[in-house]
Each structure stands twice: as structure tokens, then as C-alpha cells.
């Protein structure tokens, strides 16, 4: 027994009596829109697999040739001698699919956000006030993280409110230094997307960097799956964007200008002080590259399926808040029975999470409910009936 286990009991009652102690629970993705857990095969809309290349066989064969090729590992940071030629090829590929100057991989967005943000703000000059950075309200977890290793402020304005973010720009930014918004493009929990065109002509106005977090849109919208900051070219000074969603693998990215990135590669800890991605996640990315920019057809497919989700929730009465994409919430409200939903939809062989605080503020869980290129018109028709009969 630890010395640490008293204290962590004591911890654990405390989140099990607020109801919000999580498990680990083994789960598999199958084609078409499937997952096996405990056995069984559900339908599954709780994964962000969204183009189904998690399992495509040409991500699985190239992960497994760049691994056979190059080896398990990378062997140290990228600073030391774990760059290899793959790296910068690949870092080359991704600034042309973000049409940026360049860019650079991360192990994960949580990591490229909480690293990022941090190195950002210790460049912004501190006098005579520093740096004020406007973030919008729902922004996800990694950016606070660093924000609080910043130890910066943030002038919070309301979710997708860009004339309260022009208000508050105007009263906390005027004296700054430097002012920096961040946001999402697709918000995560809620599915629906920033006016990224008048995002940036307001960054414009007001002199402000713009750092937008692409996590849910890379692969799935905009021209060619390039994510909403491609419908603004050269307007975003910064774009981060995941592998581990619609691409199918692992990792993030950072793209911007060849300054943004030969900066962060000096002052990013996150980057300097971590083992580069090995080949084999390199391979899939590879592969994810060559796939995504002629998947219109499942780009087309996810959207009308969530339209046919939305207009089904609607139909029982249950809201879907401003959500516009493949990812769909089922408001519930309370968190007890968000998770008695869950699980009685689980049991009818769904895959559907609930997704309660601190993830989402109080009041407003849900089955957050993520659509997959491999499921049908039927598949959506089924998972309403199986709402309206165990709610």
C-alpha cells in the first residue's frame, strides 16, 4: 500500500459522492460505424473516428511499413537526434494541406495547446500592462492548462459571441501590448462552428493574434477537409489540429508562419523536453494525407446524417443547442439521468456517453452523440427510436 493511498481514497469518495467518478472500461472500433465492448458489438457514437480511417487498410499497411522501415521508436527528443527525415517531410506536407509556410507535430493536441500557449505569451511584451488574451467561454480544457502554466488572465467572452468579444477587445485591449484570442473552430462538446470570416476580420481590427484550435474540423470541413481556417486564408496566425480524430491516428500539429515555428521549437517545452512521435504514427498520418483531400463524398455523407440526427431530436423534443456538424448533443440536463440515458441505451447494444461536468457546465449534460462515415440513414434511425423508447 502507498502512502498516497489514504489520501487518494479520500479524494476518490469525494468525486464518487459528487457522482462523477470515471472507470476505464476495454472498448474496440469496427468498421461501419461499430464498436465492440464487453463483448457485445454496439452501434457506437461516442468515437471520433469520423472518416473511418482508424481501421482503412492503407493507414494500417503504411504504419506498418514505416515501422518496418525505420524502427519502433525515435529514439530521443527532436532536439537531440530524434528528427528524422520523415519528420520534416511530413511537417512539410501539412503546412501545404494547412496552406501555411510551415509546421510542426506534437504527440497531442492537449499537449500542443498546453505548450503552445505558454511559449506565445513569454514572447508578448510585458509593458506597459502585457499581453491581454480574449477566450471564448467554452474553450477546451488544454487551453486553460496553459493559460494557468502562463499565469495569464483571460477576459472570457461569451460562447460564439463575437460582438461581446469586439467589447471586451475594445475595453481590456486597447492598453495591452499585445492582444490574443483563442479559440475553436468546431466546439467539441456542442457541435456547432465559430464565423470564422468575421473572427478575423475582428483579430484584424483590433491588432489581435488570432490561435485557432482545429481538433474537429481537420479532415472534416472545409475545402478539401482543410479545416473552417481555410476558408480565411493567411488570416489565422495560428492552427492547431489533431491527427487522432478524422485522420484516424495519432498526434497534433501546429501550423503557421516558418517564425511561429522556428520559435516554438525553441521555447515550446512540451516539444523540446518530449520523445519524438515514432515512424509508425508517422506512416498512418502519411497515409491519412493522401486519403482525406478526395473524401467528399463522406465529408457530404457525415453532414447529411446530422442533419437527419438533428431534425430526429428535434422531433422528441430534445435540444441540439447551435450544433452544425457530425458532432450532435442531446441536451438531458441533469446529471443522473444523462447517465441513466447512457446506460440504458448501452444496454440496448448503443454506444452513447454522457457527458457531464466539469466537462460541460452544470445543468447542461448530455449524450454527446459523434457520427462515423460508416453509419446509415437507418443507423441514425435506429438510435432515435432507442431514445424515445428508454427516456
Not at 166 to 173: H, N, P, Q, R
Not at 268 to 276: D, L, P, R, Y
Not at 318 to 333: C, E, F, N, R, Y
Request: charged letters at 20%; glycine letters at 10%.
Amino acid at each position: 500500500m502507498s502512502r498516497l493511498d489514504s489520501h487518494l481514497e479520500t479524494a476518490l469518495a469525494r468525486i464518487e459522492r459528487a457522482g462523477q467518478r470515471r472507470t476505464l472500461r476495454a472498448a474496440a472500433l469496427l468498421p461501419e460505424g461499430r464498436v465492440e465492448r464487453g463483448g457485445r458489438t454496439m452501434l457506437d457514437f461516442s468515437s471520433n473516428d469520423y472518416l473511418g480511417l482508424a481501421r482503412h487498410p492503407l493507414l494500417v499497411e503504411r504504419a506498418g511499413q514505416w515501422a518496418a522501415a525505420h524502427g519502433a521508436g525515435s529514439g530521443a527528443s527532436r532536439l537531440v537526434t530524434g528528427t528524422s527525415e520523415a519528420h520534416l517531410a511530413l511537417e512539410a506536407r501539412i503546412a501545404a494541406f494547412k496552406h501555411c509556410e510551415a509546421a510542426l507535430i506534437f504527440a497531442s493536441g492537449w499537449q500542443a495547446n498546453a505548450a503552445v500557449i505558454p511559449a506565445l505569451l513569454a514572447a508578448m511584451p510585458n509593458a506597459p500592462q502585457g499581453p491581454a488574451v480574449f477566450t471564448d467561454r467554452l474553450i477546451h480544457a488544454s487551453m486553460h492548462a496553459g493559460l494557468a502554466m502562463a499565469g495569464t488572465r483571460q477576459h472570457r467572452f461569451r460562447h460564439n459571441d463575437l460582438d461581446h468579444l469586439e467589447t471586451l477587445l475594445a475595453e481590456k485591449g486597447a492598453g495591452a501590448s499585445a492582444r490574443l484570442i483563442l479559440t475553436e473552430s468546431v466546439f467539441s462538446m456542442d457541435g456547432d462552428c465559430v464565423d470564422i470570416a468575421r473572427l478575423a476580420q475582428i483579430a484584424e481590427r483590433h491588432d489581435a493574434a488570432l490561435f485557432v484550435d482545429e481538433a474537429h474540423a481537420t479532415g472534416v470541413l472545409g475545402p478539401e477537409g482543410r479545416g473552417l481556417s481555410a476558408l480565411v486564408p493567411g488570416q489565422v496566425d495560428l492552427i492547431m489540429g489533431t491527427f487522432s480524430k478524422a485522420l484516424g491516428g495519432f498526434g497534433a500539429y501546429v501550423a503557421g508562419s516558418q517564425v511561429l515555428i522556428d520559435y516554438l521549437v525553441n521555447a515550446a517545452s512540451g516539444f523540446v523536453f518530449t520523445t519524438a512521435p515514432p515512424p509508425a504514427v508517422l506512416g498512418a498520418i502519411d497515409a491519412a494525407l493522401d486519403l482525406v483531400p478526395a473524401m467528399d463524398a463522406e465529408r457530404a455523407h457525415l453532414a447529411a446524417l446530422g442533419d437527419r440526427l438533428r431534425s430526429g431530436l428535434a422531433r422528441l423534443g430534445l435540444d441540439h443547442g447551435a450544433s452544425s456538424t457530425q458532432i450532435v448533443p442531446a441536451m438531458i440536463g441533469a446529471e443522473d439521468e444523462a447517465m441513466a440515458l447512457s446506460a440504458r441505451l448501452e444496454e440496448a447494444g448503443f454506444l452513447a456517453s454522457a457527458i457531464r461536468p466539469p466537462t460541460v457546465p452544470p445543468g447542461t449534460s448530455r449524450l454527446r452523440l459523434a457520427l462515423r462515415a460508416g453509419h446509415s440513414p437507418a443507423d441514425i434511425d435506429a438510435l432515435l427510436t432507442a431514445i424515445e423508447a428508454h427516456r
